[in-house]
């Protein structure tokens, strides 16, 4: 099983950019789907992206799309999450989570592994 690491919150004006980072370390990292997911308080946990194992396929909840990108570097064992034009309702910890199988899923239920978070805070 693989342990996951996420790193690259912070504090943010509207508008801006954060780069989220989340290693891997363990078992092969190319064998697992990667996703990204949030929780913001007194919310539930709810999907922002997620990855094939190739890194060929993304999947995005609406209401990011067009403004995050996700990807994956297999030789550095990584996957990253590129937020632009924030907004305050991007506020919320940040998780990373591995699905052991080849297709990304939408659903939380589906991934075996999670980080432990990282805050993102969008001030207006």
């Known amino acids: 099983q693989v342990q996951l690491v996420e790193s690259g919150g912070g504090l943010v004006q509207a508008g801006g950019s954060l780069r989220l980072s989340c290693a891997a370390s363990?078992?092969?990292?190319?064998?697992?789907?990667m996703g990204w997911f949030r929780q913001a308080p007194g919310k539930e946990r709810e999907f922002v992206a997620a990855?094939?194992?190739?890194?060929?396929?993304?999947y995005y909840a609406d209401s990011v799309k067009g403004r995050f990108t996700i990807s994956r570097d297999n030789a550095k064992n990584t996957v990253y999450l590129q937020m632009n034009s924030l907004k305050p309702g991007d506020t919320a910890v940040y998780y990373c989570?591995?699905?052991?199988?080849?297709?990304?899923?939408?659903?939380?239920?589906?991934?075996?592994?999670w980080g432990q978070g990282t805050q993102v805070t969008v001030s207006s």
């Open positions: 990855i094939n194992w190739s890194g060929s396929s993304t």
């Open positions: 363990g078992r092969t990292f190319s064998s697992y789907a």
């Open positions: 989570a591995a699905r052991e199988d080849h297709s990304g899923s939408y659903y939380l239920y589906k991934y075996d592994t």
